[in-house]
């Protein structure tokens, strides 16, 4: 059935003191941006709770939103009815008929905050439960853990029924933690990084490094369509693309090849950082999974950390690929992720790169190329693009994709 409200429940934000009604400001605009593009919607955050009322748009198409806004614990459809026990008595009807089955449990909860409806909870509770029993006799009262628990809202403006909790995302609102920027490849790792650093609160801009012509514009598209999966948690990010081509070629014409790796990764956080800084990020944000390619070994982030003293998170780092996997298919990002478009870390990828670079060394080679110039043409070029909740980039037919599988 088609509902009038969205009851939305805070989880961790109820622990958040003193700082709660910021958090609850921001959960509100990351709601409101998540459901921009159905206008009607209109948003009421208050301290114990979110009211969305949907003003006829479909309560399916809305929930499956909210389900993805981390700040939400779970959710509950309701239905507005007229203040009476007629209205209470037909609305309570309709749901039943599609949620109460033979055999089933059920129990009536009434809260009353308009205490000048004539009618109490414990009335409300006795009368309303008696009719449901009438119209469905194989069920029974259960008021220990019952299979449904109808619930009435009695408010000033309306009674609202609902008869559902739906989980959302939980964690805390996006933002709420300050700024990050995630170095975004085109693989399964990053993505599921990024959601994690999202999940506990951080506003991620994603930093993707692209070099045309030994990269397409699939291999973009790709990384802006998974912006666009994640965007689903916070309503938008804002996705930075990197021009990375001349570095590329700078660092294979003058270090030794088993360094190119070393000193390409280098570079691209030397980049991140002054982006950082430059958009008020706290922290770098990676993909990085410990032993899983040459570059995550232990003497390799030391020898690529050694650019920055920032801080470096690195959500999946002591997960195995089954787990990023199974995050991966979740969050809806793993068969984006596995397109066989190529990113610039695959491209003058030496047959034998150094697992454990010497620190030294990589300074010194780096020492052999234009550190300064290289890094402020390749800030000259960034393209920003602001990305919203499901965008799509990806405009590949079916026969296409078949070939490249």
Do not use: W
């Not at 709770?49 to 614990?73: D, E, W, Y």
């Amino acid at each position: 059935m088609e509902y009038t409200e969205i009851m939305v429940r805070y989880g961790e934000l109820s622990t958040k003191g003193k700082n709660r009604k910021d958090f609850i400001a921001r959960l509100g605009g990351n709601i409101r941006k998540s459901l921009k593009d159905f206008e009607q919607v209109v948003v009421h955050p208050n301290r114990d709770r979110t009211h969305v009322t949907l003003n006829g748009v479909s309560s399916a198409a809305v929930i499956a939103r909210l389900k993805r806004v981390f700040g939400i614990q779970n959710l509950s459809p309701m239905l507005k009815v007229e203040k009476s026990m007629e209205a209470v008595q037909e609305g309570a009807l309709a749901m039943m008929k599609e949620q109460l089955k033979p055999q089933m449990t059920f129990k009536i909860n009434t809260r009353r905050s308009d205490k000048d409806f004539p009618i109490n909870t414990d009335t409300m509770n006795r009368e309303l439960g008696g009719f449901i029993l009438e119209n469905f006799p194989e069920s029974q009262v259960k008021m220990k853990n019952p299979d449904i628990t109808l619930r009435v809202e009695i408010r000033s403006n309306g009674i609202f029924l609902t008869s559902e909790v739906i989980d959302g995302a939980g964690g805390l609102p996006v933002g709420t933690a300050g700024k990050g920027m995630m170095m975004l490849s085109g693989g399964i790792d990053s993505p599921v990084a990024a959601y994690l650093g999202m999940k506990r609160g951080v506003e991620m801009e994603m930093v993707h490094f692209f070099s045309p012509p030994y990269t397409s514009e699939q291999a973009l598209a790709k990384a802006k369509e998974l912006s666009g999966k994640l965007a689903a948690y916070s309503g938008n990010v804002q996705f930075l693309q990197v021009p990375f081509a001349e570095i590329q070629e700078t660092i294979k014409e003058k270090c030794p090849e088993g360094y190119l790796m070393t000193i390409q990764r280098r570079m691209m956080l030397r980049l991140t950082v002054a982006l950082t800084q430059k958009r008020g990020g706290l922290a770098i944000f990676n993909g990085e999974s410990l032993g899983q390619v040459a570059s995550q070994t232990m003497e390799s982030m030391m020898a690529i950390n050694d650019v920055t003293s920032m801080p470096i998170i690195r959500p999946v780092v002591s997960m195995d690929k089954n787990e990023i996997i199974e995050i991966a298919k979740e969050i809806d990002t793993y068969d984006l992720s596995i397109m066989p478009f190529e990113d610039c870390c695959t491209i003058f990828a030496p047959p034998a790169p150094k697992t454990r670079p010497d620190l030294e060394k990589a300074r010194y080679y780096e020492s052999k190329i234009d550190v300064e110039g290289l890094m402020k043409r390749a800030l000259d070029g960034v393209q920003v693009t602001n990305i919203h909740a499901g965008e799509e980039f990806l405009n590949q037919n079916e026969e296409v994709f078949a070939e490249l599988l």
